[in-house]
T-cell receptor, first 112, second 116 residues
Framework: GEDVEQSLFLSVREGDSSVINCTYT??????LYWYKQEPGAGLQLLTY?????DMKQDQRLTVLLNKKDKHLSLRIADTQTGDSAIYFC????????????FGRGTSLIVHP | ETGVTQTPRHLVMGMTNKKSLKCEQH?????MYWYKQSAKKPLELMFV???????ENNSVPSRFSPECPNSSHLFLHLHTLQPEDSALYLC???????????????FGSGTRLTVV
């Protein structure tokens, strides 16, 4: 299997909450990331969480980390049509390379 | 404006052409990266430069040739490409290629390359 796994699609209605899930394999990863890619654009760093944290909140975004299950989630409250994009989960590996491993990305589609 | 600028935004080239992609950042970062993004595939790291030195070549075919003249500029020289090389090529930068890279990458908007 892949090192970082995400479901490929998520569809929600405007105003609802979105939860994008990710599982990773390297239990000693110290940093985990969420990036957003809008159509025709590159990846934009949304947030990152250090492995000694369980949760991080930034306005409408909440990141939850379950180290035991190697599970990371991104919750977007009050999802707007402008949130439609591809969301990438990434982990930084051990071994000193400092190069993150990215998931394939989850396409979030927000319906009016 | 992301801070990382890539040109051109779109490029169509024949298999016998030679072209170059350019990436520029003025964020004061010292590490720069080339990634390939193809449909339905994970993001593929191609090359890493840290303080102008190439530190990673991820088994990339020799028809792709990177150049990093200084910490602010990165090029990808292309020659005799194949149609399967058509993809979005993304440039990224980070403060450095080690511990400070943990704070994340800044990506450019990419060059959409089509090889005909």
């Amino acid at each position: 299997g892949e090192d970082v796994e995400q479901s490929l699609f998520l569809s929600v209605r405007e105003g609802d909450s979105s939860v994008i899930n990710c599982t990773y394999t390297d239990s000693s990863s110290t940093y985990l990331y969420w990036y957003k890619q809008e159509p025709g654009a590159g990846l934009q760093l949304l947030t990152y969480i250090f492995s000694n944290m369980d949760m991080k909140q930034d306005q409408r975004l909440t990141v939850l980390l379950n180290k035991k299950d190697k599970h990371l989630s991104l919750r977007i409250a009050d999802t707007q049509t402008g949130d439609s994009a591809i969301y990438f989960c990434a982990e930084n590996p051990t071994g000193g390379s400092y190069i993150p491993t990215f998931g394939r990305g989850t396409s979030l589609i927000v319906h009016p | 404006e992301t801070g990382v600028t890539q040109t051109p935004r779109h490029l169509v080239m024949g298999m016998t052409n030679k072209k170059s992609l350019k990436c520029e950042q003025h964020l004061g970062h010292n590490a720069m990266y080339w990634y390939k993004q193809s449909a339905k595939k994970p993001l593929e790291l191609m090359f890493v430069y840290n303080f102008k030195e190439q530190t990673e070549n991820n088994s990339v075919p020799s028809r792709f040739s990177p150049e990093c003249p200084n910490s602010s500029h990165l090029f990808l020289h292309l020659h005799t490409l194949q149609p399967e090389d058509s993809a979005l090529y993304l440039c990224a930068s980070s403060q450095d290629g080690s511990r400070l890279a943990n704070y994340g990458y800044t990506f450019g908007s990419g060059t959409r390359l089509t090889v005909v």
